[in-house]
């Protein structure tokens, strides 16, 4: 519970940034929404003149942003990036902090096995990512009830942020895995960003086509599109897939991380 | 006598690179036990395979005993450790890294924290980024030492400690040992190794050269001699005994470094018209180089 307790202490600055971000980022939103319905433009028109590749990399593509669904499904692709970044951060941290810090040699010559110190490590990262789930439901569905309007879309909000905290914990897990079969502990994070940008690129690949088919299986991002939560549902076969993927990255990264020199 | 700390044929290689050979070392209970070697010999890649903060390529490695890796936990509830660096959560002040390294072990360590805090005139409510490297380094000594360890290992303590306050850690160090404690004491600095341990191993290239005892490698050793001869005794060209080394003739004087027969020494001294002759005990420095010359 100490080392529990000191990582949560330790990560509770970067996840207010987050938070605050976030909020300012989703509340924004959802107050843009109210002049975008009732000044009678036709987005959907202005967005169809767009190129399809803008609109995938915009998360836009395939989804009607002048519905209320539509639109919180847009603004919730952006709040799903912080997270999977936040997520690589959390993973990196988690298995090279105290490298890169060089408190290693305090920590790991306490009478704990390394798993065990990863293990909470990781507990603590998690912890934050589901308090960012959470509180973005939270205040999503405040915002949203500032807008007064009568369709209720608590439960997609609820479905998009589970959708958060599966990606995310899928992040933290692969870039964890990365980190720990890194030989230089600086680079841990970075291979975790790359796998980010490449999830980010395929996931906007995936957009562009019609039908994705087996690019969705390697496009995280995609796991759990807008169309199927607005639709009120998280597809089961790709929570499976990210459950086990995740276990598969911790098992990998605990195992890699046992047996890795410490310097 | 058991063996605290016992290595056999005990190996790392960081991929080609040499970390240590064959190290085969048997600290035992109640020593305090020098280890010393120049930068890179392997004197920290040692410690660290004893702690498990690196894996070892070959060979065993023991203390209390227990297998240093399978073992890890059960044997780091005894041993304290002090890094040659020190480096902690800078956000935390003296006491809270204190109180949270004492949350690891199974006993209440503030009085012990307190008592060494005062005795090394450590302000513990200052924060460690806010802190000097001189008392950084007292901080790791209270972490080192606050659960009254059975085996303590230092790695370069004394970095950073004024000659004072060395002064007091060494006191401190053979206080821990009165209690019990064993110590593992790895320096560069041959004085301060000579100052306060009972035997000492030299490491060289990642291999042990020696293990002795201190006066036993302080007798075992060479003695510096010099000797001047008389004005009308002519310009001496040297000195031609069996053991002589480095022989260097500045003027009069004639100085040379010895191991042999003393009475073959004084023989050969015998045949000069001498004014003056030094033979001293050699520097642990110079025996020590001794070790290491090719």
């Known amino acids: ?263 | 006598m058991s063996a605290v700390i016992e290595t056999k044929k005990l190996t790392k290689y960081y991929g080609k690179a040499r970390g240590i050979i064959d190290v085969d070392l048997t600290v035992n209970e109640g020593e305090i036990f020098g280890f010393i070697g120049p930068n890179g010999a392997g004197k920290s890649t040692t410690i660290r395979a004893l702690l498990n903060l690196i894996y070892k390529t070959s060979g065993e490695a023991r203390i209390f005993g227990l297998d240093c890796e399978k073992d890890k936990v059960k044997i780091l509830e005894d041993v304290g450790y002090l890094p040659g660096e020190v480096f902690y959560y800078d956000n935390m002040r003296a006491i809270d890294l204190l109180r949270y390294s004492a949350s690891f072990y199974k006993k209440d360590c503030t009085r012990k924290i307190e008592e060494l805090a005062d005795i090394l005139q450590l302000d513990l409510n200052k924060k460690i980024e806010d802190m000097s490297l001189g008392n950084k380094k007292k901080v790791g000594i209270i972490q080192g030492l606050l659960h009254s360890p059975r085996l303590i290992i230092l790695d370069e303590p004394t970095s950073g400690l004024d000659p004072l306050m060395q002064k007091t850690f060494f006191d401190l160090i053979r206080r821990e040992n009165a209690r019990g404690a064993t110590v593992l004491f790895s320096s560069h600095i041959l004085s301060e190794v000579q100052r306060i341990c009972d035997r000492v191993a030299i490491i060289r290239d990642g291999r042990i050269v020696k293990t002795q005892k201190i006066s036993e490698l302080k007798q075992d050793a060479y003695k510096r001699v010099s000797f001047t001869v008389k004005p009308d005794g002519g310009k001496p060209a040297g000195i031609s005994v069996e053991g002589a080394q480095n022989v260097e003739v500045q003027g009069d004087t004639v100085s040379f470094i010895f191991k042999g027969d003393v009475n073959a020494l004084l023989r050969a001294l015998c045949g000069y018209p001498l004014a003056n002759i030094d033979i001293a005990e050699p520097a642990l420095e110079e025996i020590f180089m001794h070790y290491y010359a090719n």
């Open chain 1, 1 to 263: 519970m100490n080392i529990l307790k000191r990582e949560l202490r330790a990560g509770l600055k970067p996840f207010l940034l987050w938070m605050i971000a976030v909020f300012t980022f989703v509340f924004i939103g959802i107050i843009k929404f109210g002049g975008i319905n009732t000044g009678g433009a036709d987005l959907s028109k202005l967005l169809a003149s767009f190129p399809r590749i803008l609109l995938a990399m915009l998360g836009m593509a395939g989804v009607d942003v002048n519905t209320l669904l539509g639109y919180t499904a847009v603004l919730f692709y952006y709040v799903l990036i912080c997270a999977a970044i936040y997520s690589v951060y959390l993973g990196a941290a988690a298995v090279t902090r105290e490298s890169v810090d060089k408190t290693y040699e305090f920590i790991f010559t306490k009478p704990r096995t390394r798993g065990f110190i990863l293990g909470m490590k990781l507990l603590a990262g998690w912890l934050y990512l589901l308090l960012f789930c959470v509180f973005s439901f939270l205040f999503s569905v405040w915002s949203i009830g500032l807008l007064r309007v009568a369709e209720d879309v608590t439960a997609q909000v609820l479905l998009f942020s589970l959708s958060l905290f599966l990606i995310g914990s899928l992040f933290i897990a692969l870039s964890a895995c990365l980190s720990a079969l890194s030989a230089r502990a600086e680079k841990g994070a970075l291979r975790g960003n790359l796998a980010f940008l490449y999830a980010f690129i395929l996931g906007s690949v995936s957009d562009m086509l019609d039908n994705a088919g087996a690019l969705r299986v390697i496009s995280p991002l995609r796991y759990f599109p807008a169309s199927e939560i607005i639709g009120g549902r998280l597809h089961g076969g790709y929570i499976a897939l990210t459950a086990l993927l995740t276990a598969a990255f911790l098992l990998i990264a605990f195992s890699r991380f046992y047996k890795r020199d410490l310097t």
